[in-house]
């Protein structure tokens, strides 16, 4: 097979200088027997540790904690494999893209079902936001594709800075009953809806990463039409 090129990494979330230093200190004190492959693994059982914490939420809004135990479990290995690979020289790109981003979409989709099935989000919106997200994926993967170049960060924020934003929210309806206990009731054409306070974020989510979308697909086909221009 034809060596493939590392698609250049395009990270400047607010956090990344610093988590580049913490991944390369913890990857070269990680045991030679744990691998990539291992750490990827790791990251997917952390997704499904926030789905379980999240659908358990139903029973008790203490679960919470778990799903946010279960992000870190994900940031940990979802951000070392890599990081191993390129501490150790031992990447894979043609693998490890194939790999990484499949169990990346299957994180993804663990992760936002378990949001569905608990009380603080609608499973429709949740679902909305989530093929908003992997439409969004889809793009900086044609990109990693066609450009060489693989866009990590949107509006400064990266998957940790999102992870530790979802982690504190979650700890706010832990211990702010209001927020749990808020119910908007709007009526649109004669039909009664029903809005949660992570209901009205999912919207605003969902129309945030709708205009990312757009504005890309719009920056990125002019770019194309310049770089594969109409034959005359």
Known sequence: M???KQSVRIQTSILNAA???????IAERLPRRMTSNHLTFIGMFGALVVAL?????????????????????NWFGDSLDGSVAR????????????????????????MFGGV??????NIDITLVVLALYLMLSVSVYINAHLKNEFKLTYGG??????????????????????????????????????FTVM???GVVIALILG?????????????????DPRKK
């Open 87 to 110: 501490v150790r020289g031992e990447q894979r790109p043609v693998y490890g893209f194939f790999l990484d981003h499949n169990i990346d979409c299957i994180n993804e989709m663990m």
């Open 19 to 25: 988590e580049k230093k913490l991944l390369v200190w």
């Open 211 to 227: 205009i990312f979308y757009l504005v890309n697909l719009i920056q990125d086909a002019r770019y194309y039409a310049k770089v």
């Open 116 to 121: 569905g099935l608990s009380p603080l989000m």
């Open 199 to 201: 209901d009205i974020v």
């Open 157 to 194: 924020m990266g998957p940790t800075e999102l992870r530790i934003i979802v982690i504190l929210v979650n700890t706010c309806f832990i211990f702010i009953r209001p927020l749990r206990e808020f119910l908007w009731t709007p009526s649109l054409l004669g039909h009664a809806l029903s």
């Open 2 to 4: 034809e060596e493939r």
């Open 53 to 73: 914490g999240y659908a358990l939420s139903t029973r008790d809004f203490q679960w919470l904690w778990l799903a946010s135990f279960g992000f870190v479990i």
